[in-house]
């Protein structure tokens, strides 16, 4: 399950375990409802500016969503605040997979304008088989790695964490995914 802070009538909390996919749903709910405002912030940054000069203005700000969602994610694995385990509902700990979801679809927007994708993407696009390969090593090399022996826990009871590589790798076997569906041959 999912953890959720759970008081009683005396105010005396503690973590329980919910329904295991709800995390999810409301990580996504403030993802969309915060979607708009980074919208406009970013429409304002990039007025003025075209073509190349949008793009840039788009994938900086892409960058400097991964780079603050990394960062809280390793502030949370190193200090461990008291709030750590709430923190794995909260949308800043899974930013940086929105932004590559987000930059996938910059890319793709802009290769249906008639731009030009960087040719690593058009050749990762035109071999799934190599992708699908590459996403399913990632895969194979996650599931071997040592997990954390707490439910939900960031640490195991001796303090190894495996966080940080991991969701790394989950956000790159993602976008390794979805190369050939994005940008290969759409017949």
């Not at 190193?78 to 996938?104: K, N, R």
């Not at 939900?152 to 989950?170: A, E, I, M, N």
Request: aromatic share 14%.
């Amino acid at each position: 399950g999912v953890p959720v802070q759970v008081c009683n009538d005396a105010g005396v909390c503690h973590v329980a375990y919910g329904i295991t996919q709800a995390w999810s749903i409301g990580v996504e709910i403030t993802f969309y409802l915060l979607l708009p405002l980074y919208a406009m912030l970013i429409t304002r940054v990039a007025r003025g500016r075209e073509g190349k000069g949008q793009l840039v203005v788009l994938f900086a700000g892409l960058a400097v969503l991964y780079l603050a969602s990394t960062g809280f994610r390793a502030y949370v694995v190193v200090a461990s605040p008291s709030w750590a385990e709430q923190s794995l509902l909260w949308l800043p700990m899974f930013l940086d997979l929105f932004a590559i979801g987000m930059a996938l679809a910059v890319l793709s927007a802009a290769l249906a304008k008639g731009r030009v994708i960087p040719r690593a993407l058009t050749w990762f696009g035109d071999h799934p088989n190599v992708c699908w390969i590459i996403a399913g090593v990632i895969f194979f090399g996650v599931t071997r790695m040592r997990y954390p022996d707490r439910p939900f826990g960031l640490h195991d009871s001796s303090g190894y964490s495996d966080y940080l590589p991991r969701q790394f790798l989950y956000g790159l076997a993602s976008a390794i995914w979805l190369f050939p569906a994005m940008f290969g041959d759409q017949s």
